[in-house]
């Protein structure tokens, strides 16, 4: 045991902090709002007005600033880096990182170029997004993905998964909503047949990653795996 400790946080023990949007609908184990997901301890922050709706169909549209502030809150508590729970907060990452000083991953979406180093050539990544209609060119470049990108959107086949998540309601028939992610899964490799990997731009699409997996057999990389990525990063495991 070292000999001095150093101070200076208000919580210990947890080195990300996570971004909620302000919802009601249910987030079952393994969606990144759920504390159970996680093998570590994790801060959370909910950002008052950030509803599903406004944030993926309205741009998060003046909420900037309340996610700035809850960063601030987050780093305060003890959080040596800062996530969130949707991939449509892309365009906020440069806002957020260079106002709180530590490392910011807003979207699984920021996984893409790496994902793709991964394929063999003629291989692509593939994106399953909640809402094609709301994912712009401004989420796609702030996270670097190419604009011609394969993506399918749960909008496009609108069911229990866009009913309960964008519609924010308190009930989600979890049988349902994964029948509709394989779906649209399948669609995605069948639109594009060169699809090497899957990426879940929606983070309440995570408890349905090895569903999907094993429907397509191509891997699937989820904010889940994003996250655990970045915390063993920011605490190192010790051997």
């Given at each position: 045991?070292?000999?001095?400790?150093?101070?200076?946080?208000?919580?210990?023990?947890?080195?990300?902090?996570?971004?909620?949007?302000q919802a009601r609908f249910p987030r079952i184990v393994g969606d990144v709002g759920n504390a159970e997901t996680w093998p570590f301890a994790v801060h959370y922050k909910v950002i008052d007005g950030a509803s599903p709706d406004r944030?993926?169909?309205?741009?998060?549209?003046?909420?900037?600033d309340a996610f700035i502030d809850g960063a601030h809150e987050l780093v305060a508590m003890g959080a040596d880096g800062v996530t969130t729970t949707c991939g449509f907060l892309s365009p906020f990452q440069n806002d957020i990182s260079a106002a709180?000083?530590?490392?910011?991953?807003?979207?699984?979406l920021m996984q893409y170029g790496a994902v793709q180093?991964?394929?063999?050539?003629?291989?692509?990544?593939?994106?399953?997004?909640?809402?094609?209609?709301?994912?712009?060119a401004e989420h796609l470049s702030a996270a670097g993905v190419p604009l011609d990108a394969p993506v399918?959107?749960?909008?496009?086949?609108p069911g229990e998964f866009v009913r309960a998540i964008l519609g924010?309601?308190?009930?989600?028939?979890?049988?349902?909503?994964?029948?509709?992610?394989?779906?649209?899964?399948?669609?995605?490799v069948r639109s594009c047949p060169e699809t090497g990997a899957i990426l879940l731009e929606c983070t309440n699409m995570c408890p349905f990653s090895a569903a999907i997996a094993e429907a397509t057999g191509l891997p699937v990389f989820d904010m889940v795996g994003f996250?655990?990525?970045?915390?063993?990063a920011l605490r190192p495991r010790q051997y």
């Open positions: 045991m070292n000999e001095k400790a150093k101070g200076g946080k208000s919580v210990y023990g947890s080195a990300v902090g996570i971004l909620v949007l944030v993926v169909r309205h741009r998060a549209e003046g909420l900037l709180v000083g530590v490392p910011v991953a807003t979207s699984s180093a991964l394929l063999p050539p003629g291989k692509r990544v593939g994106i399953l997004t909640i809402s094609k209609a709301s994912l712009s399918v959107g749960m909008d496009e086949q924010d309601e308190p009930e989600l028939d979890v049988i349902a909503a994964e029948r509709d992610l394989l779906k649209a899964a399948t669609a995605l996250v655990t990525w970045f915390q063993g």
